[in-house]
């Protein structure tokens, strides 16, 4: 935390111009921003999306809308960001040595972040904020709520912080940097701070998260089968198995990648070379296995499906019959932006390909659009979701007909 220029590495134009811990914070504040937007836009669709993850809804219409709420708090989280940045780019304009000295005031932002989010004052979004920790709370153990106890919304959170993986893993970077007596936390990012495994091992916590979720899913499913009848008929939870199966595929990325970061001929049993063969390879499988969840699955779109419910003239080709979103085209970019960005998202799991990027900036626009990725991932899931539960809403009647005749 010297911030000595001849003892911390160079740093790249971009790190001189956004540090680390403002990259951060900046990610942060963007999926704040970015949720706000997904409640205003699904809201515009009629698609309730308080009533699917079981959040109250408002007991007046003089209370703002849950995403003016939303919006209200990035605002209140990006005004101190701004001025912090503007405070930072005037003090050091551009020059190595003060944009080490300066370390404090990134960090001082980060920890106002913290405040903001913890503080129990019930005009700044409270109940949302209480919600959010609470939720965060129960899924960092990988714990998971009932149905009726607002599931989905514990889904969504896990899926969020997936995608937040690396952002995690530069959160504690930051942090350790800040508190090493030999590290700027402004200088050039040494994602080996804290021990050659520190880093992998945080970004796996997130995939850790819902890896338990989907086993805590299956055994729920396997008691609910056993029973006679069943409360539902989910069949015997081979999917979640499948879906925990999904997930487990980022280990092999990332501990294959933190091996070829510090690869030792005399511990590997295994060629640099074909290390990282085995490494591409697993790269391909959670790429591919993911983005089939993602559309297959979380969206319960046919474009993976046989041949005659692709090809249902009920529909239009690989989709499926109930589309809340205007137009197809929405459907079909949405899945081409999902490949493209899952495949480069499972190749910045791996903290060894950082060296290619001089281009911190490289790293900063990868995780910029993996969230951006998963933004539009929750407005497809959550409006499959919402048909989902119409069709359950729909089939009541029927069923109670059924019981009665």
């Known amino acids: 935390m010297d911030g000595d220029p001849h003892v911390e590495p160079e740093l790249d134009p971009f790190s001189l111009f956004l540090p680390l811990p403002y990259r951060v914070a900046c990610i942060i504040v963007l999926g704040v921003w970015a949720w706000g937007f997904n409640l205003h ?32 708090f990035a605002a209140l989280l990006t005004a101190p960001l701004v001025l912090s940045l503007l405070w930072f780019w005037s003090a050091t ?60 919304g514990d889904i969504l959170l896990a899926d969020v912080l997936t995608s ?26 040494d994602r080996g701070c804290g021990g050659q495994y520190m880093v992998p091992l945080i970004i796996s916590v997130p995939y850790l998260i819902r890896l338990r979720q989907c086993l805590i899913e299956y055994g729920r499913v396997g008691k609910d ?59 391909f499988v959670n790429s591919f296995y993911s983005f089939y969840w993602d559309v297959a699955k979380d969206w319960d779109l046919s474009l993976f499906s046989g041949r005659a419910s692709r090809n249902d003239p009920d529909h239009p080709f690989g989709l499926r019959r109930h589309l809340y979103f205007h137009t197809k085209e929405v459907y079909y970019a949405a899945i081409l932006i999902d490949f493209l960005l899952r495949c480069t998202w499972s190749f910045k799991l791996s903290p060894h390909l950082d060296h290619f990027n001089d281009l911190e900036g490289g790293i900063f626009v990868m995780e910029f659009l993996e969230v951006l990725r998963r933004w539009l991932w929750i407005f497809l899931r959550v409006e499959t979701e919402w048909g989902r539960h119409q069709q359950r809403v729909r089939a009541r009647p029927r069923a109670r007909a059924r019981k009665n005749a």
């Not at 669709?45 to 809804?57: E, F, N, T």
């Not at 405040?115 to 005009?123: D, E, I, K, Q, T």
């Open 41 to 72: 836009y699904l809201a515009f669709l009629k698609i309730d999306v308080p009533a699917l993850i079981r959040y109250p809804g408002r007991s007046s219409t003089s209370l703002p809308t849950h995403h003016r709420s939303t919006y209200a």
């Open 93 to 152: 304009r551009g020059h190595a040595d003060l944009v080490l000295r300066y370390e404090i005031l990134p960090q001082s932002y980060l920890f106002l972040l913290v405040l903001l989010f913890l503080a129990p004052v019930a005009s700044l979004a409270g109940s949302g904020r209480y919600r959010f920790l609470s939720t965060l709370r129960r899924v960092s153990v990988g714990g998971i709520a009932e149905a009726q106890d607002g599931k989905f």
């Open 225 to 283: 089968y056993g029973k006679h009848p069943p409360r539902v008929s989910s069949g015997w939870g081979g999917q979640h198995l499948a879906n925990a199966l999904k997930y487990s595929t980022a280990f092999p990325v990332i501990i294959l990648s933190a091996l070829q970061r510090g690869y030792d001929p005399t511990k590997i049993g295994m060629s640099e070379a074909g290390l990282f063969r085995l490494w591409l390879f697993f790269v």
């Open 164 to 189: 937040y993986a690396k952002v995690l893993g530069d959160l504690f970077v930051s942090a350790c940097m800040f508190f090493s007596s030999s590290y700027s936390s402004t200088g050039k990012p």
